[in-house]
């Protein structure tokens, strides 16, 4: 049996959202499958994610997060601000 490392709990939820990662890149559609205050996990399908990139929850929300892991196109991303 695997072990949680999770340092919080996760909600499920599916909530559309956007990922961008810098100036001249245009956000990208993706669904956030689960949150917790730690980080979330995504769906999308984008042929490379980079290492550091924002999660745009809404206009005015939006949060710095760091990939974690990657299956195909679902991944798991730590916020890091």
């Not at 990922?19 to 245009?26: D, R």
């Not at 990208?28 to 949150?35: A, G, P, Q, S």
């Not at 917790?36 to 399908?45: C, L």
């Amino acid at each position: 049996m695997l072990a949680n490392r999770r340092k919080a709990e996760r909600r499920l939820c599916r909530r559309v959202a956007k990922i961008h990662w810098g100036a001249g890149s245009l956000p990208r559609d993706c669904t956030i499958t689960d949150i917790s205050a730690g980080g979330v996990k995504v769906v999308a399908e984008l042929l490379e994610i980079p290492q550091q990139f924002n999660i745009i929850f809404a206009p005015d929300n939006s949060r710095k997060c760091r990939l974690a892991w990657r299956i195909g196109c679902e991944f798991g991303a730590e916020f890091i601000d």
